[in-house]
């Protein structure tokens, strides 16, 4: 059935169990984990009276993201190992994290997607959007959503 799974992860609770349950469902098929985890890019705005952030600084949040990035990585990997399952981390910069995981999936080659989903709804899910609706929308590939 699925060889290549992709599973992405932002650090969450409820990712967390999605990554452990995509890792088990994995481990039923036989199949290969690539764990995810995308870095937004930051956009230099300007603020107030004609402020930016500067380089430097947006270099410094991009490095501490990538910092914790490899920890929720490393994460996936252990349990992965544990599980007696093929694993292959991958992090990138991505203009949004949906954007970073159908493209992800592809340059994989990954045959599935397995992805949490936070449950907003209403008012909050327009606001703050959801990356697993946005995979669901663009993504060629089958999308397992974990509850």
Do not use: W
Request: proline share 3%.
């Amino acid at each position: 059935m699925f060889k290549n799974i992709l599973i992405p992860t932002d650090g969450s609770a409820v990712a967390n169990k999605a990554v452990k349950a995509g890792i088990e469902f994995a481990s039923q098929l036989g199949a290969k984990v690539t764990g995810y985890y995308a870095v937004e890019a930051i956009q230099p705005r300007v603020y107030g009276e004609g402020y930016m952030i500067d380089n430097k600084t947006i270099k410094a949040f991009e490095q501490q993201a990538r910092q914790v990035g490899q920890k929720h990585i490393d994460s996936m990997a252990k349990i992965a190992g544990a599980a007696g399952v093929k694993f292959v981390g991958v992090m990138t910069m991505a203009e949004t994290p949906y954007d970073g995981i159908v493209e992800i999936a592809k340059k994989q080659k990954c045959d599935a997607i397995f992805m949490a989903s936070h449950g907003r709804r209403g008012l909050a899910g327009i606001i703050m959007g959801s990356v697993t609706h946005k995979v669901l929308t663009h993504s060629k590939l089958p999308v397992l959503v974990y509850r």
